[in-house]
């Protein structure tokens, strides 16, 4: 398995609060990714990352900042979390783009903004 | 908009048979096709790769692409109980640094 953790794995939050979750990789591969799934609506991409300090918007970024400070990190917060924001989130890497370089995926985190 | 399209599911197979995984994708630049499995609250994980036109096999897997249709399968040979699961079909255009994913069909094995 890609060396991928995600934490926290589950957490329960309040309208309103900040939510910040962590994706770590031991991989050193330049690209992560923030998806978020839910039913009906597949992996929808929030945020991506292609260097340190270097982000770019994916299909769902309102409400959604990201940071990479390290390689090896890349942050997802949730400025103010909402009931709408409740799914799970998949952290994902990969290398650089090229024929059949794909990503790999971190276990997950659910997510319950009540 | 690039976009992905499977059939929902759920596909349901007799164990032993052959299970057929569709896919179409509306961008013909597309150049990598990827397969990846997800069990019931897990994280997917990638079972097969393609970007040459004709069929790859790998063990009971095989993906087959056809750029021209702009379609991209997956069969899976003598169907197990422990197939059932999610199939995302996924691409990426020729050096992209990100890939579409199809919201995926439910496989289910009947033993």
Known sequence: DAGITQSPRHKVTETGTP???????TENHRYMYWYRQDPGHGLRLIHYSYGVKDTDKGEVSDGYSVSRSKTEDFLLTLESATSSQTSVYFCAISGN?????????????????? | QKEVEQNSGPLSVPEGAIASLNCTYSDRGSQSFFWYRQYSGKSPELI????????????????????????????????????SATYLCAVRGNRDDKIIFGKGTRLHILP
């Open chain 1, 19 to 25: 939510v910040t979750l962590r994706c770590h990789q």
């Open chain 1, 97 to 114: 783009p090229g024929q059949g370089e794909t990503q790999y995926f971190g276990p997950g985190t659910r997510l319950l903004v009540l």
């Open chain 2, 48 to 83: 097969m790769f393609i970007y040459s036109n004709g069929d790859k096999e790998d063990g009971r897997f095989t993906a087959q692409l056809n750029k021209a249709s702009q379609y991209v399968s997956l069969l899976i040979r003598d169907s197990q109980p422990s197939d």
